[in-house]
């Protein structure tokens, strides 16, 4: 059975409902004449893209090996945009906000297939690696702050903030 953008259409749509997307975020079928939202294609020879379109021109193309590769693409960027938005309602200054971004991803991802957790849960401690937690970012934003409104200068307080939250 050849794959339709139907049938992509209704995939994405029961799979949206399960973790309640908002239509916003939900990609087009076929080339995308409304703006700058990703969509979804099949060429002649049934290959699947997801197109994310760039603010210069410079969109990204993302060829899935399958039905299943192509959905996880498009739920990965979708619970990625989710989990920011919670997460920046229950921001906590003394962890990282990336802790509570991933955490929250992962759990989305689970309601809708564990083994695109455990792929993004994979991708996530790659990240980790590259760019390790900062736990104590938000109390030395707050102690800058603090400091600069006390008389000291921009790089006394980044100096003395750094070495008391390093």
Not at 28 to 46: A, L, Q, R
Not at 136 to 159: P, S, T, V, W
Request: charged share 30%; aromatic share 12%; glycine share 4%.
């Amino acid at each position: 059975m050849a794959i339709t953008l139907d049938y992509i259409k209704s995939c994405i749509e029961d799979f949206a409902k399960k973790i309640d997307v908002p239509n916003n975020l939900l990609p087009t079928y076929g080339k995308s004449e409304y703006g700058p939202t990703s969509y979804i294609t099949i060429d002649d020879k049934f290959n699947l893209t997801y197109i994310i379109p760039g603010d210069r021109g410079d969109d990204r193309y993302i060829e899935a090996v399958d039905l299943d590769h192509l959905l996880y693409i498009v739920f990965q960027g979708i619970t990625l945009i989710m989990s920011m938005s919670l997460a920046s309602k229950t921001l906590n200054p003394n962890i990282d906000k990336r802790r509570q971004q991933f955490k929250i991803q992962l759990e989305l991802l689970e309601r809708l297939n564990l083994q695109w957790k455990q792929r993004e849960e994979h991708n996530q401690q790659n990240k980790e690696i590259c760019f390790p937690f900062n736990d104590y970012e938000g109390q030395r934003q707050f102690y800058i702050r603090e400091l600069l409104g006390n008389g000291f200068l921009h790089d006394e307080a980044i100096k003395k903030a750094y070495e008391k939250y390093p």
